[in-house]
């Protein structure tokens, strides 16, 4: 077996053979994640308290465990089953680099990681590896583990030189490895400047080269991967390279504008919005990878009996955009496989000690809306509307457009730093009091929760994906 490349605008294997990759991403595993995992806030917040509730080693053991059970040989048959051929891994350099002691690898970060692509390899899984977080916060947003809305890493040369050099070990520890389809050196950049993440591009496709000259690179938009206007002749300088957007539609969430009825207006309005995003790269015959896409989902503890109508419309935007991308021949990979039960493929039984346990706070949370992934506010919006008014009264239009806006509108910008950063703050060690007195046996039944035997499976949108694959592959 050789590596996969890049060829002009697709991704082929040694025989250049086209290979579409068409898979998911394993979110909230080795990036956990508030909306995914259940927690408020960041991974680092939850991990410093649940090592000041039960100490470290029990801390430790039950954060081992939970990334032993999150993916096993049963989640890669069943992956397979469905027709899929890739997973996109994303990782929180922290499991690489502590802060307290730059530069020096921990190899302990390789044990889940090597496991899980060579479970994938065994069952002809190609895998994807996404530095979801880099050291200081590469975005805005809650998934850079960062606990502000600031994106530091792009005002400190020394957080871009701990990335560059993490990714020129990550390439020597993976450069024999041809079942990794490639390395993704930056999730979701958001660089207020859009010079700056060009630069970072250079360093570390440098750096990967010197250690790695095979692997492909799918390197993200700025802007949470949705613009490459600044890119300019980039590409120019890069070989092997595919193009990473995120393509999620906003008929996919609680905040569309209106009922996803899949008009001719609706579908055009998918396909617009999408090849906005890829523009850059049709105007140069670049390779697009669409690295994450998906709608969320209602639950019924939440969302009661418009549950089912609301998810039928969800399934036919997934249907509408995989259409726009089998005629593209795009390769994609859905967010999300697994998580606590609103968007993944599968995701952890409400019967289970995780769920049992933190049943309640699960539904103080929902009601706080302090996760902003797809977050309903309906029960708070009264708190925080005043602020947005004050703004809205006391500050210039043209002085309320800070990046990313229009990404970000006012009330996402308000509900980001006062639900998902203020709020969340102050649940964290409400959070990890729940584990308070936990024996190791009760936390290992805790981080088992996760398996994939404990999992009910979101039975609509895998037939989806399933039905899909076997129709692509009768047409291939
Ligand atoms: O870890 C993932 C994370 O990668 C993902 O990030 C969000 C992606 O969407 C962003 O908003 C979109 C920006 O483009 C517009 O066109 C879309 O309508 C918006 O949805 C958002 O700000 C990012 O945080 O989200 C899920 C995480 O689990």
Known sequence: MAYLRVSGTKIVDQNGKEII??????????????FISGYPGCEFQI???????????????FFDKFLEYFFTDTDAKFFKSLGLNCIRIPFNYRHFEDDMNPRVLKPEGFKHLDRVIDLCAAHGIYTILDLHTAP????????????????NFWAHKDFQDRAVWLWGA?????????????YNPL??????????LIAFYDRVYAAIRAADPHHALFLDGNTFASDFSHFGDAHKKWENVAYSIHDYSIFGFPSSPEAYVSSDVQRRRLRRSYEKKRAWMDERGLCVWNGEWGPVYARTEYDGEKTAAVNTERYQVLKDQLD???????SWSIWLYKDIGFQG??????????????????????RLAVDAWGADDSHVRSIYQPLIDLIEREVAPENRQLYPAPVWKLSDRVGRLARNILVSEFLVKEWAEHFRGKEDAELDELAKSFTFENCVHREGLNKILMDNATLVAEAQ
């Open 187 to 196: 999730n979701e950049p958001t660089d207020a400047r859009h010079t700056r």
């Open 170 to 182: 990550l390439a020597e520890h993976y450069a024999g490895n041809t079942w990794i389809a490639g």
């Open 136 to 151: 200081g916060g590469q975005n805005t947003d809650w998934h850079s583990d960062a606990g502000t809305h600031l994106a």
């Open 324 to 330: 726009i991308y089998n005629k593209d021949r795009l």
């Open 21 to 34: 990759l068409r898979g998911a991403g394993l979110g909230g595993w080795m990036n956990m994640e508030n």
């Open 47 to 61: 991990r410093e308290a649940l090592t000041d509730v039960v100490g470290k080693e029990k801390s430790e053991f």
């Open 345 to 366: 493929m599968v995701h952890v039984a409400r019967s289970t000690p995780y769920m049992t346990l933190f049943s309640a706070f699960l539904a103080k949370k929902q």
